[in-house]
T-cell receptor, first 115, second 111 residues
């Protein structure tokens, strides 16, 4: 699958590090999303961007900082993370928001481990 | 909080047999969308099937079909003629703006 790509696929970082996750979609979509997937928990929506504008911040701690320079790219900047932030971070995109009827297409995820 | 419940953490099916994964949800809206997503061990989540709540006809997609019971707020997924490649986590999701996911059902397929 090459529609939505994410790098890196795996990341190990210390609590004092700063790192960034990158997502790129090649589908011509206008909306992009960050999700957190932890074991035995439902996917948690973190941020939503539509036409580069943030439309949703789901009470995410400020140590996670998203950036959407254009409709094709989405970043998640990480700093001073906690061990409980270890999870799979998934990026997704859709044609638009359209009241939720649009199908979301997911990337393969970045497996993050915070030591 | 409005939730999506998948009551079966794990399911197992024999190859070529049929299996049904259950999903119930909570909503006060009359118009919404329902989805089943599949996440194989490689982790890329893909759409299996979707249903518009205003449509009474159950969606089908090849070997995958749903049993949508709007009054009961139930949206089960039936997989017919199960194949080894069907082994994955299956997530039910409801949309009213944003997607609300269930915790998932891990499906194993026995040869």
């Amino acid at each position: 699958e090459t529609g939505v790509t994410q790098t890196p696929r795996h990341l190990v970082m210390g609590m004092t590090n700063k790192k960034s996750l990158k997502c790129e979609q090649h589908l011509g979509h206008n909306a992009m999303y960050w999700y957190k997937q932890s074991a035995k928990k439902p996917l948690e929506l973190m941020f939503v961007y539509n036409f580069k504008e943030q439309t949703e911040n789901n009470s995410v701690p400020s140590r996670f900082s998203p950036e959407c320079p254009n409709s094709s790219h989405l970043f998640l900047h990480l700093h001073t993370l906690q061990p409980e932030d270890s999870a799979l971070y998934l990026c997704a995109s859709s044609r638009g928001l359209a009241g939720g009827q649009e199908t979301q297409y997911f990337g393969p995820g970045t497996r993050l481990l915070v030591l | 909080a409005q939730t999506v419940t998948q009551s079966q953490p794990e399911m197992s099916v024999q190859e070529a047999e049929t299996v049904t994964l259950s999903c119930t949800y909570d909503t006060s809206e009359s118009d919404y969308y329902l989805f089943w997503y599949k996440q194989p061990p490689s982790r890329q989540m893909i759409l299996v099937i979707r249903q518009e709540a205003y449509k009474q006809q159950n969606a089908t997609e090849n070997r995958f079909s749903v049993n949508f019971q709007k009054a009961a707020k139930s949206f089960s997924l039936k997989i017919s003629d199960s194949q080894l490649g069907d082994a994955a986590m299956y997530f039910c999701a409801r949309s009213q703006g944003n997607l609300i996911f269930g915790k998932g059902t891990k499906l194993s397929v026995k040869p």
